[in-house]
T-cell receptor
Framework: GQQLNQSPQSMFIQEGEDVSMNCTSS?????WLWYKQDPGEGPVLLIALYKAGELTSNGRLTAQFGITRKDSFLNISASIPSDVGIYFCAGQDLSSYKLIFGSGTRLLVRP | GAVVSQHPSRVICKSGTSVKIECRSLDFQATTMFWYRQFPKQSLMLMATSNEGSKATYEQGVEKDKFLINHASLTLSTLTVTSAHPEDSSFYIC????????????FGPGTRLTVL
């Protein structure tokens, strides 16, 4: 079945540092999504990518849809304490619109 | 972004009882909703796809008689955990597919189920 490999599993960084995380897949997706989840909450959509090679920004966040449609990365610049949480990538299946989630990256930011 | 609500946010029940969780899309219509389950420190696992006006489709290994799904309107899907047992304790999250130009899924805030 389809699988997404997300790395790193966790990151503990100093406030102000930049962060990068990525996902790779064995399958092609037509849409890549990045979500953030806070404890006890549902995931919140950060960025959606619809075209191969697309680079999209949302404030301090930047994400790119790989040209092969099998990978994506998310960058967070100048991290702040409220960036703490778990970040998930998700690929959307071409026909069923089901989301396949990565295993998540837990981000901790030291003030 | 679009708003999806879930009710209740948390529920504690005795073993053997049934629990109903509601998922509503508040500002858009959703012909398709999805139900996920998340265990502590793990990713979201898709349980089933809820289709308005038709039967839900379940992922492999998910018991359809255990997890009853009803999608009676374009803004409401319900998940009923029947004869709940402690191993059903988990965080249940729904999402609704917004089929406008972006065709994006928006998630509810989740329901924490604890079965004693």
């Amino acid at each position: 079945g389809q699988q997404l490999n997300q790395s790193p599993q966790s990151m503990f960084i100093q406030e102000g540092e930049d962060v990068s995380m990525n996902c790779t897949s064995s399958s092609i997706f037509n849409t890549w999504l990045w979500y953030k989840q806070d404890p006890g909450e549902g995931p919140v959509l950060l960025i959606a990518l619809y075209k191969a090679g697309e680079l999209t920004s949302n404030g301090r966040l930047t994400a790119q849809f790989g040209i092969t449609r099998k990978d994506s990365f998310l960058n967070i610049s100048a991290s702040i304490p409220s960036d703490v949480g778990i970040y998930f990538c998700a690929g959307q299946d071409l026909s069923s619109y089901k989301l396949i989630f990565g295993s998540g990256t837990r981000l901790l930011v030291r003030p | 972004g679009a708003v999806v609500s879930q009710h209740p946010s948390r529920v504690i029940c005795k073993s053997g009882t049934s629990v109903k969780i509601e998922c509503r899309s508040l500002d858009f219509q959703a012909t398709t909703m999805f139900w996920y389950r998340q265990f502590p420190k793990q990713s979201l696992m898709l349980m089933a796809t809820s289709n308005e006006g038709s039967k839900a489709t379940y992922e492999q290994g998910v018991e359809k008689d255990k997890f009853l799904i009803n999608h009676a309107s374009l803004t409401l899907s319900t998940l009923t955990v029947t004869s709940a047992h402690p191993e059903d304790s988990s965080f249940y999250i729904c999402s609704a597919r917004d089929q406008t130009s972006t065709d994006t899924q928006y998630f509810g805030p989740g329901t924490r189920l604890t079965v004693l």
